[in-house]
Each structure stands twice: as C-alpha cells, then as structure tokens.
C-alpha cells in the first residue's frame, strides 16, 4: 500500500496476552486520535509522546511494541476497488517489531538456521546497497519470512494488523497524517536523502500514531494473508 519498491522485507509480530498492559494501553488509546491530528499538522518538529504504549524486548532481542486492542478504520472509501469499502473492525492486542529486519539481524537467523542468502531481485541501480547491513532485508520469499518468524519466536502480521499498527484507529492516509510531509518516509527519487532504500529506522518523524517506522516508504512487506482483490468488500466486520 505505502511502497515504492518491489522488494519484500519482514514485519512480524508476537501475540503476548498481558492483560495489565493491554488495559493500560486502552486507556491511552483514546489519545490516539489526538496524537494523529497533531502529526498532521506539523511539519518540522514531532513532538508526539509514544511512551504511552507499552513496550517489550522479544527473544530475538528485538523491540516491540503493543498495539492495543479495540475498533479500527480499516480501508479506505477514496482508494482503490481492493481497498473498498472502509469499515470498522475489532482486532485483540498484539504486538509489533518497532523496526523493519535488516540485514545485519537476518545474517544473525542464516547463520544459525544455516539459511540460504536472499535472492537479488531485479533492481535498476547498484545492488550492492540491498546488502547493507543497517538496510531492511531484501529478496527474502514469504516462506523465508515465516521460517525467519518462527526461529524469532513470533509470526508475520495479519493485513488487517499491518494496516492497524500503520493507519492508527481513524483510517489515516499515511501514518502520520493525511497529507504529504516531508522528512517522513524514503520515497522515490533522492528528495528524501536516499536513491534506493535507507537504513532502517531513518524517519522518526513518519512514526505511525504507536511509533512504528517505515510503515509507508523504503520497502514492502510480507504479512501473513493471501492476497484477495475482492476481500474487503465480503469480509465480516471483526
């Protein structure tokens, strides 16, 4: 939805039922909506408070972040005939790796899975930058990505999740608001400071509403869903 690459990195998620946490974090659920407006109207400083939602090392030593339960805007009415209509729907508390997987942290699962390398995909410039190690991992399958998952003890985000932990509860354009910024996300062309992909993490002002990075620019991701042109228009509301 938000890339500009035909590449695949990896966003994945561990469920963990905390009920302290998840009620705490539905408390400060209803600043959400607060915090969107104000990232949309700003366009140099982001002062959004994220400490507001609860936060965990996962076995991979990754940082995650909780997603807290409740009603969300999935959609969108002005998009695409895939993404009609928009509707609200329930989802539990799950949460999410705050950053895209590079390549450094992948290295770390191939080596001790004895993993093959990820395929190069086709790419009109120097593929040499798809192996930096402060880059997402690129070229990697949808099998890889849940292999990978599994040795970190999590599983790849549900769409409707993604979308969630991107969009915030009101159905944003973006994850920092409804229009353009800049310094927000790596677009293409180099207006952003970056050809190709950037390092992971590079554009905290385009944090969605919880702090998640690079849910729109840089590179795609795998979720767990299959693709299905006509699903929003048959799914049940959650």
Request: hydrophobic residues 40%.
């Amino acid at each position: 939805m938000f890339a500009v690459i035909g590449c695949f990195a990896i966003s994945i998620v561990f469920v963990l039922v905390i009920i302290w946490e998840i009620k705490k974090s539905i408390d400060n659920d209803k600043r959400v909506q607060q915090m969107s407006k104000k990232a949309n109207d700003v366009e140099v400083a982001d002062n959004r408070d994220f400490s507001i939602y609860e936060t965990l090392l996962g076995d991979d030593g990754r940082e995650m972040i909780l997603i807290p339960e409740g009603i969300f805007s999935r959609g969108s009415d002005s998009g695409g005939f895939d993404e009609k209509p928009m509707q609200e729907i329930y989802l539990d508390a799950f949460y999410v790796d705050k950053y895209e997987v590079s390549v450094e942290e992948y290295n770390k699962y191939r080596k001790v899975a004895k993993y093959v390398e990820p395929s190069v995909p086709f790419f009109q410039g120097d593929s040499e930058v798809m192996k930096i190690p402060s880059h997402a991992v690129v070229g990697v399958s949808w099998h890889d990505a849940v292999n990978y998952c599994t040795w970190a003890g999590k599983r790849l985000l549900t769409e409707a999740e993604w979308e969630k932990a991107a969009r915030g509860t009101h159905g944003l354009e973006f994850p920092w608001g409804n229009k353009i910024l800049p310094k927000r996300a790596n677009l293409a062309g180099t207006g952003d400071g970056y050809a190709y992909m950037s390092p992971v993490g590079s554009y905290p002002m385009g944090r969605s509403v919880y702090g998640v990075y690079d849910m729109a620019g840089n590179v795609s991701e795998w979720v767990d869903d299959f693709y299905d042109q006509f699903y929003y228009k048959s799914a049940p509301m959650m």
